[in-house]
């Protein structure tokens, strides 16, 4: 049996279907790292984090930003089910930046009632979201 050339790659949220299309390459933020796959790729089964997604078709890589869910790899499609995501373009920066702000207030006035973990998560995703953001500002 022959490898497969292409990955089927669908990325959808509890709102939106986000991506579907066949690409070359994904690299997804897996909750133990970072996975890249390539057609023919073992099967697995994984919780996603909150990281940076990219695909690439020929040349050209595409990015979003992630935050929890899961990924299916099976060597010739890729199902990701996330609990949020954003495509590059569709980031607003302004309101990523203020989230940034918030979550670092939080994080330096120590608070009993504070749950740091939650605050910890809200900076990564910020930052995550900002990073994904400057992707599509330095294509353009």
């Known amino acids: 049996m022959a490898l ?36 023919g790729h073992t099967p697995l089964l994984s919780t996603l984090a909150v990281g940076e997604l990219w695909y690439r078709t020929g040349t050209e890589k595409h990015f979003l930003s992630l935050a929890g869910g899961f990924v299916e790899v099976l060597p010739d499609r890729v199902t990701i089910l996330a609990q949020i995501a954003e495509k590059a373009q569709e980031i607003d920066i302004t309101r990523a930046e203020a989230a940034k702000k918030r979550a670092e207030e939080r994080l330096a006035r120590p608070n009993l009632d504070l749950d ?25």
Do not use: C, H, N
Request: glycine letters at 4%; a positive charge; zero cysteines.
């Open 116 to 140: 740091a973990e939650r605050a910890r998560i809200a900076m990564l995703k910020s930052l995550i979201r900002l990073q994904v953001a400057s992707r599509a500002r330095t294509r353009a």
């Open 4 to 39: 497969p050339t292409k990955i089927a790659l669908e990325i959808v949220t509890p709102d939106r279907s986000l991506v579907r299309e066949d690409v070359d390459e994904v690299q997804v933020p897996g909750s133990e790292g970072y996975l890249g796959i390539l057609p």
